[in-house]
Each structure stands twice: as structure tokens, then as C-alpha cells.
């Protein structure tokens, strides 16, 4: 693509072109403004290179050579100088073409099966808007037609799917600029799904043998100097809030955070009293809300926000119990996980980075305890050497949604740092004092994202258990309005989320728009229906389903709750 941007355009400087996640990119600074209009010729160009067959050539040459090869490439010769000196320069050569790159790449331009421009967009020089502003340019690549074609298939359904596009046509959810970017709010559909959501979850977290707390949003200065969060998470805190108590002379100002994280107030609780072993372990989980400071640029809908409800939950227990907990806690996150439709689950297991608190043999009875759990669930996991917190090793687990995308969803976490901060101990069977070990986990994320991640998944189309609007009853004239009211009735005492539409309109608009709504079912009652005491049902997937009575549907809807 750079090559042929050189050939068709005068006076372009090259910055860097590296792949990405979903294709590649180009920086370049040229007079030419690019635009969607120029990006046939760019490909016409593209096809001609990719045609000929060109080899792709690797020369590791001298420093004084690959500056010579860049002369008034004012970008490349930076970006050369941050090579590291002793490090080899390697250059890559395709026809006329030269570019410094670290490679590797295919042989030719002929292995090269197709290529899509996407689109065009400024970006600063290394990402700091102090620096020029480069035009980024985006293309896709793969290797015969057909797979890109499939690969372009897939990202119009998640645009299709985005959650943003779906929350404002579905009225799940909004983010409001006067009150402040990153903050969600639920709107009446939407908060009907994540009611049951958190239904669900609490249910089964106390089957499970947790115990729910609730804890304040807000804390002082003390607690965060404690807890670590002031010396090493500042910049992700909103700043604090100064309270001044007493009046006159007496007046103090006290320092209150709004919490990034709850752990700090669970500890709290675990502190009010003494534990023997006997009372381990202790599962307390909270919804709990935090608040942290993202970036501007990083947000986006409800994947990135900045108060956000973590389904929370802290373990505490002894070094006998660890393995049994970490096991059940895996286990546990599978079972939550499969609930919203999520099978398809890979494990990251993070160790011991050179710089750690904790004693070693800990580490390593957590990291074992954290892998035995893996293995036993029979998950697919990689390991990341060195890769875990200062404060101890964890396990993330990604799932893949309905498109393949992947997402890092459940965290289990062990801390080996806020139990010696907080001075946290038992009573063991030594009669002597132990410091307890201790496991954050968080199974959905966040309930903010996870929403964004579920409307993506289920397209908005929510299973029945999750739907906010489950039926939706459908009368033909004004003559069933009384039946139907009979029907909502007794639906609703069962805990059905069911509405009547009674506007005047035909039968085939109302379908329509439940159909828009993606509503599970339609209950259409016409005067044939009243006399035979029967409803006409239609379903979201299989369309009519037939008339029967409103018993044997609540039967079939029953089997469906489950699904
Ligand atoms: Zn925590």
C-alpha cells in the first residue's frame, strides 16, 4: 500500500505500517489529503504490485546505509535512531520499494491474495498531538478473495450489532455529555436486563456459599495511603473531595476518595473482628460500583466507561483451603459464564513477575493451585511467564461471542500485598497467627461492559430469560382489549415482563414493530380467540406457533425461561 501511495502521490513521507489485530495501517505526511474517493486507484495500483509478483527482499545493513536508503525521509530516519544501538537494521525491498522493517514477510507480492482500503484518518506522529499530524490510512489483506470477503462479512455484522447503534434504537441505555463522558445510564429496558442479571447472579452466588456486603462508594485519604492506591494508582483515581469538619479554630479538612476499587472496604469488614481457621473460608461478594479516571481517546460505549459496577467478590482462606477454592471459583465462572451463552472459553494464566511481594513458596502454591484448576476444568490456557501482578498470580479467562470476537471477561486474582498492608490474620490451628490468603474475582467484568458485550452477542435479540419485554400481547381490535388485560394480568403474577399493545394500528404493523423490538413472543387475540379462550402465538425465531390456551403457553414459555 505504501509503495503505491509513493507512486501515485508526490512528496510522501513515510512514517510506519504495522498489521493489527484486524489488518494493517500506514502513516504518511503529504500535501494530498486522502479520501474514500482515492482509494480506487490506491487498490487498482495495489492489484498491479501484487500481480507482478515482486519478492520481498531482507538486506541487514549498516546504520550509515539505511540512512543513506532514507534521505529527507525525516520520519524513517527518527524512527531508525530508536534502534537500539548493536541491534540489527534489517531493510525490506519489493521492487522500487525500500522500507525499514524488523519482518518477517510472505515472499512475494504474488502470495498476497487480496487487499480492501477501509478508511483514512488523522493521527499525530508517535501518538503525541504535539507532533505533526499524520494521515493514517487502513486496509485489510488476506489471502484469496473469498476470505476477505468473509472477514469484511464479519465486520458489517458488528457494526450491525454495535452496542451503541442497538442501545439507542432498543432505548437500552445512554451517556449523557452534561453528565460526564464514561458514565452510563440504565434506561427502563435496560435495566430490566441487568435486574435480571443481577438476580441471577446473587442467586447463584449464595448457592455457591458466598455472602453478599455492601460497602460505601467513598473513602479517605488514610484508607487509600493504606491500601497502596494513592502511591501506585493515583492517575486512575478521580481527584479527592475535601471535607471540612468542625468550625473555627477546631475546623480539620478531611481527604475522601471515590473508590477505583472495593477491596479496601471488604478488608475493612474482614477487620472488625478475629477469625480462627474454623471461620475460613470467608466469600463475600458485592456489586460494587468504582469510579476510575480513563482516558479521553480509550472510551468507547460501555466497553470503556468511568463508574462502572464490578460483580465483586472477595475469598479469604487458609493455604489448606486454597486449592479447593480456586477450584470452585473456576469452576463457578464457567457455570456463570455458559448461563449468557458463552462456551467457547480460554484461560490466561499470568506468574510471578522479577519484582513481587509475597514469599515465594506462596506464589508457587497459588500459581499451582491457580493451573491444578485449569487442568481440572479441562480449559485451554496459556501461560504468561512473569506476567502477573507484583501482587500475585491470576487466572483471565476470554470467551468468544457469537462473531468469534474474543473478550477477557472473569479475573481470579490472588494478593499477597493488601493482607500484609491491612495486616490481616487468623487464629490457626497452632493456635498461633497466619495471614489468610486472599483472592479478588470478578466473574462478568463489569456490568457495563458486559451489557455492551451481551447486546453485541445477542444481537439485541436477548434470550426469554433476559428479555426486557418477554411477550407481548397483541389484541386485533378494541373488542379483545378486556381479554387481553385478563391474559397481562396473570402473566405478570407469574413474574412474566409482559405489554399490551392497544394502539390502534393493523395487526401486521404491530408484529412489525415487536418484531423490531425483538420481543420473544407475540400473543395475537382476535375475536376468534376470545370465544375459544385461546391465544395465537408467534415466537421472535420460529414465527406462529399456533393457538392454545394461555396455560399451555406459560408451559411452553416455562421451557423456553430456561433456554
Ligand atoms: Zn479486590
Not at 504495522?18 to 495501517?25: L, V
Not at 458488528?158 to 452534561?178: P, Q, T, W
Not at 407481548?472 to 382489549?481: E, F, K, N, W, Y
Not at 405478570?492 to 423490531?516: F, M, P, S, W, Y
Request: glycine share 8%; net charge negative; hydrophobic share 40%.
Amino acid at each position: 500500500m505504501a509503495a503505491a501511495v509513493c507512486k501515485l502521490f508526490n512528496n510522501v513521507k513515510l512514517d510506519i505500517g504495522p498489521s493489527t489485530d484486524d489488518g494493517f495501517y500506514y502513516d504518511f505526511d503529504m500535501e494530498h489529503r486522502l479520501a474514500p474517493e482515492d482509494f480506487p486507484a490506491i487498490e487498482a495500483e495495489i492489484r498491479s504490485i501484487i500481480k507482478a509478483g515482486l519478492p520481498f527482499e531482507r538486506l541487514e545493513v549498516s546504520r550509515a546505509e539505511a540512512a543513506a536508503a532514507f534521505a529527507g525521509q525525516t520520519y524513517k530516519l527518527e524512527r531508525l535512531a530508536d534502534i537500539p544501538e548493536g541491534e540489527t537494521v534489517s531493510l525490506y525491498r519489493c521492487g522500487a520499494f525500500v522500507d525499514l522493517c524488523r519482518g518477517p514477510h510472505v515472499a512475494t507480492t504474488a502470495d498476497i491474495g487480496a487487499v480492501k482500503l477501509m478508511a483514512v484518518a488523522g493521527s499525530y506522529y508517535r501518538g503525541d498531538e504535539k507532533n505533526a499530524m499524520l494521515q493514517r490510512l487502513y486496509g485489510m489483506a488476506d489471502v484469496s478473495q473469498e476470505a476477505l470477503d468473509a472477514a469484511l462479512t464479519r465486520i458489517e455484522e458488528a457494526k450491525k450489532r454495535d452496542h451503541r447503534k442497538l442501545g439507542k434504537e432498543l432505548e437500552l441505555f445512554s451517556i449523557s455529555e452534561d453528565v460526564g463522558p464514561g458514565l452510563a445510564h440504565w434506561h427502563p429496558k435496560g435495566a430490566r436486563i441487568r435486574v435480571a442479571i443481577e438476580d441471577y447472579w446473587r442467586r447463584e452466588h449464595f448457592r455457591a456459599g458466598y455472602e453478599m456486603i455492601f460497602t460505601p462508594h467513598v473513602g479517605r485519604s488514610q484508607l487509600w495511603e493504606t491500601s497502596g492506591h494513592l502511591n501506585f494508582y493515583r492517575e486512575g483515581m478521580f481527584p479527592s473531595m475535601n471535607l471540612t469538619e468542625g468550625e473555627g479554630s477546631h475546623a480539620s479538612v478531611d481527604q475522601y476518595y471515590v473508590r477505583p476499587m472495593n477491596c479496601p472496604f471488604h478488608i475493612q469488614i474482614y477487620k472488625t473482628r478475629r477469625y480462627s481457621y474454623r471461620d475460613l473460608p470467608l466469600r463475600w461478594a458485592e456489586l460494587g460500583t468504582v469510579y476510575r479516571y480513563e482516558k479521553e481517546g480509550a472510551r468507547l460505549g460501555l466497553l470503556r466507561v468511568r463508574g462502572f459496577t464490578q460483580d465483586d467478590a472477595h475469598i479469604f482462606c487458609t493455604p489448606e483451603q486454597i486449592e479447593g477454592e480456586v477450584r470452585s471459583t473456576v469452576k463457578f465462572a464457567l457455570h456463570i459464564l455458559r448461563r449468557f451463552g458463552f462456551t467457547d472459553v480460554t484461560a490466561y494464566l499470568s506468574t510471578r513477575p522479577e519484582k513481587a511481594v509475597g514469599l515465594p513458596e506462596r506464589w508457587e502454591q497459588a500459581t499451582h493451585s491457580l493451573e491444578s484448576a485449569l487442568k481440572a476444568e479441562g480449559i485451554a490456557y496459556h501461560v504468561d511467564e512473569g506476567g502477573g501482578a507484583f501482587y500475585g498470580p491470576k487466572i483471565d479467562l476470554k470467551i468468544k461471542d457469537a462473531l468469534g470476537r474474543p473478550w477477557q471477561l472473569s479475573t481470579i486474582q490472588f494478593d499477597f500485598n493488601l493482607p500484609e498492608r491491612f495486616n490481616l490474620s487468623y487464629i490457626g490451628e497452632d493456635g498461633k497467627e497466619h495471614q489468610p490468603y486472599m483472592v479478588h474475582r470478578a466473574l462478568l467484568g463489569s456490568l457495563e461492559r458486559f451489557f455492551g458485550i451481551l447486546i453485541e452477542h445477542y444481537a439485541g435479540a436477548f434470550p426469554v430469560w433476559l428479555a426486557p419485554e418477554q411477550v407481548r400481547l397483541l389484541p386485533i381490535t378494541a373488542g379483545q382489549i378486556d381479554y387481553v388485560k385478563g391474559i397481562e394480568a396473570k402473566l405478570r403474577e407469574a413474574d412474566i415482563r409482559v405489554t399490551v399493545d392497544a394502539d390502534n394500528e393493523k395487526l401486521g404493523a404491530k408484529i412489525r414493530k415487536a418484531q423490531l423490538e425483538k420481543v420473544p413472543y407475540m400473543l395475537v387475540v382476535g375475536g376468534r380467540d376470545v370465544e375459544a379462550g385461546v391465544v395465537s402465538v408467534r415466537s421472535r425465531e420460529a414465527g406462529d406457533q399456533g393457538a392454545m390456551t394461555v396455560d399451555a403457553f406459560m408451559e411452553l414459555l416455562k421451557v423456553a425461561l430456561k433456554a
